[in-house]
Nanobody, 115 residues
Framework: QVQVVESGGGLVQPGGSLRLSCAASGSILSIYVMGWYRQAPGKQRELVAIIASDGGTNYGDSVKGRFTISRDNTKKTVYLQMNSLKPEDTAVYYC?????????WGQGTQVTVSS
């Protein structure tokens, strides 16, 4: 059984920072992309950042220059460093783990940016 577990969400003031982590465990092979998506109330889920097994990255336009994604392949873990947070970054952040055959999703972690 595969598990994808996020951690690190919470409440932060505008301009602050948070670091999200996501670990995949279980019978999961050949992960080639890991990443983060988010969904705010009343909005569609959108790309935040993804990282391929070779280290290639792609970011959503709204987070470029503020967020950094990284991964540890040996630990099947992906990280999202979020700096200069804005109220519009408030959302549930979901971890995605993509293999050749299947997409796995975490339960989500709430990030709230508010003073």
């Amino acid at each position: 059984q595969v598990q994808v577990v996020e951690s690190g969400g919470g409440l932060v003031q505008p301009g602050g920072s948070l670091r999200l982590s996501c670990a995949a465990s279980g019978s999961i092979l050949s992960i080639y992309v890991m990443g983060w998506y988010r969904q705010a109330p009343g909005k569609q889920r959108e790309l935040v950042a993804i990282i391929a097994s070779d280290g290639g990255t792609n970011y959503g336009d709204s987070v470029k220059g503020r967020f950094t994604i990284s991964r540890d392949n040996t630990k099947k873990t992906v990280y999202l460093q979020m700096n200069s947070l804005k109220p519009e970054d408030t959302a549930v952040y979901y971890c995605n783990v993509r293999t050749v055959t299947y997409d796995y999703w975490g339960q989500g972690t709430q990030v709230t940016v508010s003073s």
